[in-house]
């Protein structure tokens, strides 16, 4: 069966601060990859997907960046994080676009 | 562009007791898939039911049912015999049918089990 892990789970982290937060796919091949935002009360809010190995769709202009150097592995990076980069960040994989989207457990992400 | 309206931000029912939660959509498109999601405190995002839009039949998996009316634009989820396990967000969700990877979500509706 297939499973997606994500971590750290929380994260602490000062402004101007860099980022990682990785997510990998097990069980399956050549999935495709998102990345959520999902802000206190708000609904999930995409910030970017990928359909194969280095390819990257950005859906909302920021500071933050994605990439895919394995086939199940998914990065989001930002060089210098700002306040309003706080949220909580959700990992998905679909195997096809419409089928459905299975997310990890998250990361809590608080900017001080 | 597709919208996702969820109109009611709290529901609360009894334990054992049946709720509706209320989800209705914009689109110009003919083809394209629905879906609920719950979110416990826990926070991950668990799939409850999928519905396409080409087929009439409802959803249906096992306390958890959907009303689809595709001319009003409206995909309600019905949670039947409630448990305390029902508690937790839920989010309706919309996918194009033209191979948008992009799901569309709305704001979710929290839902409160009364014991």
């Known amino acids: 069966s297939q499973t997606i892990h994500q971590w750290p789970a929380t994260l602490v982290q000062p402004v101007g601060s860099p980022l990682s937060l990785e997510c990998t796919v097990e069980g399956t091949s050549n999935p495709n990859l998102y990345w959520y935002r999902q802000a206190a009360g708000r609904g999930l809010q995409l910030l970017f997907y990928s359909v194969g190995i280095g390819q990257i769709s950005s859906e909302v202009p920021q500071n933050l960046s994605a990439s895919r150097p394995q086939d199940r592995q998914f990065i989001l990076s930002s060089k210098k994080l700002l306040l309003s980069d706080s949220g909580f960040y959700l990992c998905?994989?679909?195997?096809?676009?419409?089928?459905?989207?299975?997310f990890g457990d998250g990361t809590r992400l608080s900017i001080l | 562009a597709q919208t996702v309206t969820q109109s009611q931000p709290e529901m609360s029912v009894q334990e054992a007791e049946t709720v509706t939660l209320s989800c209705t959509y914009d689109t110009s498109e003919s083809d394209y898939y629905l879906f609920w999601y719950k979110q416990p405190p826990s926070r991950q995002m668990i799939l409850v039911i999928r519905?396409?839009?080409?087929?009439?039949q409802n959803a249906t998996e096992n306390r958890f049912s959907v009303n689809f009316q595709k001319a009003a634009k409206s995909f309600s989820l019905k949670i039947s015999d409630s448990q305390l396990g029902d508690a937790a967000m839920y989010f309706c969700a919309y996918g194009s049918g033209a191979g948008s990877y992009q799901l569309t979500f709305g704001k979710g509706t929290k839902l409160s089990v009364i014991p």
């Open positions: 998905a994989w679909s195997s096809q676009p419409n089928q459905p989207q299975h």
């Open positions: 519905q396409e839009a080409y087929k009439q």
